[in-house]
């Protein structure tokens, strides 16, 4: 049960990703691409976590 709900959030994490990675790299404005750039970090760190986490279980 828990691992679904792991998959589904990870889902979620993959769909957000690349809408931020393209937002950071396209952006003009040093401010937008601060807030994209640690939105992608975050989203892809969590990616990892959720990825080793339905691996170990």
């Given at each position: 049960?828990?691992v679904?709900?792991f998959?589904?959030?990870?889902?979620?994490?993959?769909?957000?990703f690349?809408?931020?990675l393209?937002?950071?790299?396209?952006?003009?404005?040093?401010?937008?691409?601060?807030?994209?750039?640690?939105?992608?970090?975050?989203?892809?760190?969590?990616?990892?976590?959720?990825s080793?986490?339905?691996?170990?279980?």
């Amino acid at each position: 049960m828990l691992v679904n709900i792991f998959i589904i959030i990870a889902a979620v994490l993959g769909m957000m990703f690349p809408y931020y990675l393209i937002t950071a790299i396209r952006s003009s404005d040093t401010e937008k691409y601060e807030t994209a750039a640690i939105k992608c970090c975050l989203i892809f760190g969590a990616l990892v976590l959720v990825s080793l986490m339905v691996l170990r279980s």
